[in-house]
């Protein structure tokens, strides 16, 4: 991780992309007056949602309903947590939630009802995904150890060649993965490679405050429903599990629609450490949009269907994407640069299969040198 404090993008851009479609965007704020953050469309999505999530735990709590309704009702968790991560966390830990520093802190910790912790997700996502993407080595969200191959730079396994179908069941593991170990192993790293910049005393208490927050939240979610309301521990069990598989595949897929599909790029820096493309145009050859006109999906997963516009202005709430998406577009268009999309969330899942299934083929030799 040593290549993340050296590699760095051409500042060089001739056909001043960046520069035009930031002053684009600002104009379109600027002439209808509106706020860059979110509104009370937020604030109802994030009510909706959540008594959603936890009007569901309540159920299984209180009503103690029979087995079949209780699995269903952590199964409509699932859905609820994952719709709470894409579109209440993510902009919170981004601070476009709200122009109030309170309310994004506040509900950045929604992040807790995944089971993860803020510090960790702000260096991974904010940090390294966002400025490296699909940069293997720095972009974490590519490097899956081994399991799935999500890059041509990433070692091949013969395994991989079947990744395209048990890739889903890995993606069912990802909230429980992170939850229990994920943090520990992410504080760990982070520290040891400096993406860490705190100091040993602020890490002591950060180290206290992720302990005690997974001790609060397997207390809540596992001992709490049979220690104070009788639930046999099999059944709560049973629906944890299948509330973080359901979580772990919808929030895995979306995030995967968006870079690890056909058409985006993975370059590598050269050797003096230099990615030989501008910061802006490289978010444009590795990020793809789908169901850009979907307005449930554009609801649901809070703007992470517009990852073009979102990785080119992430303090920027969701709620807007789809205005500045045309935008964005003709911008790109104008200067001649890439913007990539899938039309509708099928063409984007079954594009993110065929990828699958080109990264697990075995390398020719000339891959495999160079």
């Not at 929604?110 to 997700?121: E, F, I, K, M, R």
């Not at 979306?254 to 230099?274: D, K, R």
């Not at 790109?332 to 299969?353: D, G, I, R, W």
Request: proline letters at 3%; charged letters at 15%.
């Amino acid at each position: 991780m040593q290549q993340k404090q050296t590699v760095k993008f051409v500042n060089r851009d001739k056909n001043l992309f960046y520069q035009t479609v930031k002053q684009n965007v600002n104009n379109y704020f600027i002439d209808n007056n509106i706020s860059k953050f979110g509104d009370s469309r937020m604030f109802i999505k994030s009510f909706v949602l959540l008594t959603a999530y936890l009007g569901a735990f309540a159920a299984v709590l209180f009503f103690n309903p029979p087995f079949v309704v209780s699995l269903i009702l952590w199964f409509s968790m699932g859905i609820s947590v994952a719709g709470v991560g894409m579109s209440v966390m993510h902009d919170a830990n981004h601070g476009a939630y709200s122009n109030n520093k309170v309310a994004n802190y506040f509900m950045s910790y929604s992040l807790n009802l995944l089971g993860g912790t803020v510090h960790n997700w702000k260096l991974q996502h904010n940090i390294l995904h966002h400025t490296y993407t699909n940069i293997t080595g720095l972009d974490d969200d590519i490097d899956a150890k081994g399991g799935l191959r999500f890059s041509p730079h990433n070692d091949w396994k013969k395994k991989h060649g079947f990744q395209f179908v048990y890739a889903f069941l890995l993606y069912g593991l990802i909230t429980i993965y992170w939850a229990l170990a994920k943090d520990f192993v992410q504080f760990a790293k982070y520290t040891r490679n400096g993406v860490n910049a705190n100091s040993k005393a602020q890490n002591v208490v950060t180290f206290i405050k992720i302990v005690g927050l997974k001790i609060f939240y397997f207390f809540f979610f596992l001992v709490m429903p049979t220690l104070f309301f009788g639930i046999p521990f099999i059944q709560v069990l049973t629906g944890f599990l299948i509330m973080h598989f359901v979580g772990g595949v919808i929030l895995s897929v979306v995030f995967q629609l968006a870079h690890t599909v056909e058409g985006t790029s993975h370059p590598m820096p050269n050797e003096e450490g230099t990615i030989e493309n501008c910061w802006a145009i490289h978010q444009m050859n590795t990020t793809v949009n789908f169901s850009r006109r979907s307005k449930i999906i554009s609801w649901y997963v809070g703007g992470l269907n517009f990852q073009v516009e979102h990785h080119l202005f992430p303090r920027i709430c969701h709620i807007h994407y789809p205005a500045i998406a045309p935008i964005v577009k003709a911008t790109a268009e104008q200067c001649n640069v890439p913007y990539l999309e899938n039309q509708t969330f099928k063409l984007a899942f079954e594009s993110h299969v065929r990828r699958l299934k080109q990264l697990g083929e075995m390398p020719d030799l000339n891959e495999i040198m160079g």
